[in-house]
């Protein structure tokens, strides 16, 4: 009979444990979050008095958000249109000595872009929703034509994010703290410390969808979401004491996103 040290004993015990501490415990009844999306987001729009400036342009006054000199690559915010705002709206894409107008993308909280030379892959994420606790970002696949003009490949509605997740995430309250899991992986617990709204809402206290957005800023898109808290007074959703979550995505050939391992944000 093969003998087993002392020390590989130790690393598969440690391993079972391990394994055991970031699983649901056996008879835990988790229950699904729920979303604060009711259907898809509405495609942006640049406003018509903007898009009659657009037509009629004779010079567009940008900043630039993102240059990859080596691929001759830019992206940049139309913020004026001769002397007439923009209004939020308005991406330019550049590749070497095209430009390409994305009138319809909006330009407002600073979009993110990366450029993944190795798939040919410009990902642009811009806000879709936005204010006090509101952060929700589309994400764009741009790619190139053979003279360099730019078109979008994919675009992910956040609804559509929303739906995924809700299929996986799962939560539990004990008292005042929170558990969140992926189908049956422990992502995190976190420890309410808001006194003064009274107590959790005994409906439905985690839901998701008001904080989704992007990292784009390593090529390949992560996303970023964090749940939030729903008590018995007040309109809004809280996220003090909530963990912020993230998950590199894919899409495929035919527009499939595909959310990954879930993780603890560094």
């Known amino acids: 009979m093969k003998k087993i040290s002392s020390v590989s004993f130790a690393i598969a015990l440690l391993s079972v444990v391990l394994a055991v501490a970031g699983c649901k415990p056996a008879g835990v009844d988790t229950k699904q979050m729920s979303g604060t999306m009711d259907a898809?987001?509405?495609?942006?729009?640049?406003p018509d008095s903007v898009q009659q400036a657009l037509a009629e342009a004779f010079k567009y006054h940008c900043h630039e958000l993102f240059s990859d000199t080596v691929n001759?690559?830019?992206?940049?915010?139309i913020d004026e249109i001769d002397e007439t705002s923009t209004e939020g709206y308005g991406i330019e894409v550049t590749?070497?000595?095209?430009?390409?107008?994305f009138p319809d993308i909006r330009n407002t909280r600073c979009p993110q872009a990366s450029y993944d030379a190795s798939t040919g892959d410009l990902w642009l994420a811009s806000s879709a929703m936005e204010g006090t606790g509101v952060r929700v970002e589309w994400l764009y696949q741009i790619r190139f034509g053979e003279n360099g003009s730019a078109y979008i490949k994919t675009v992910v509605?956040?609804?559509?994010v929303q739906q995924e997740l809700l299929q996986r995430l799962r939560y539990t309250v004990d008292g005042e703290t929170v558990s969140?899991?992926?189908?049956d992986k422990l992502l995190a617990t976190a420890t309410n410390t808001v006194q003064?709204?009274?107590?959790?809402d005994d409906d439905q206290p985690l839901?998701?969808?008001?904080?989704?957005?992007?990292?784009v800023s390593a090529g390949e898109p992560k996303l970023v979401f964090v749940p939030g808290v729903k008590f018995t007074t007040g309109?809004?959703?809280t996220y003090d004491d909530m963990p912020e979550l993230y998950s590199p995505v894919t899409i495929d050939e035919n527009g499939k996103l595909t959310i990954r391992e879930i993780s603890v944000a560094p």
């Open 95 to 101: 590749k070497g000595a095209m430009s390409t107008t």
């Open 72 to 77: 001759d690559i830019s992206v940049s915010s």
């Open 40 to 46: 898809p987001v509405p495609s942006d729009m640049m």
């Open 207 to 215: 839901w998701i969808g008001e904080q989704l957005y992007y990292d």
């Open 196 to 200: 003064d709204m009274g107590g959790f």
């Open 157 to 160: 509605n956040p609804y559509r």
């Open 180 to 183: 969140l899991y992926d189908g």
């Open 235 to 237: 309109l809004v959703l």
